[in-house]
């Protein structure tokens, strides 16, 4: 079962800070550094598009997790680098006209 502890005990940042920057970036657990860690070596070894497709069952299981945390459908879904880059991607949807706001 995950408690305070064991959540801190996994995020090694918390030894050395008081982080309070939640906004912009976590300090992130020990998974997610090691799950960067091992792409970017993949990547190194055999290139970028090359180590996306050899982790895509894991990418289209981030979809099918998430889908299910919130009860939707994957399809729904659209992972971004950042909140700034998903509300640029979104408003760039919007096929804005002269007077529609009128």
């Not at 970036?25 to 860690?37: C, E």
Request: hydrophobic letters at 45%.
């Amino acid at each position: 079962m995950l408690n305070l502890s064991s959540l801190r005990a996994d995020t090694p940042g918390v030894q050395q800070v008081i982080h309070f920057n939640n906004a912009g970036a976590s300090l992130m657990p020990q998974p997610v550094i090691d799950a960067i860690t091992d792409h970017i070596a993949l990547e190194a070894e055999i290139g970028g598009y090359e180590a996306a497709d050899v982790r895509k069952d894991a990418i289209r299981g981030f979809y099918t997790s998430t889908a299910q945390l919130l009860n939707t459908s994957a399809d729904n879904l659209a992972a971004m680098s950042s909140a700034t880059d998903a509300y640029a991607q979104a408003l760039s949807a919007i096929p804005f006209e002269r007077g529609m706001l009128s």
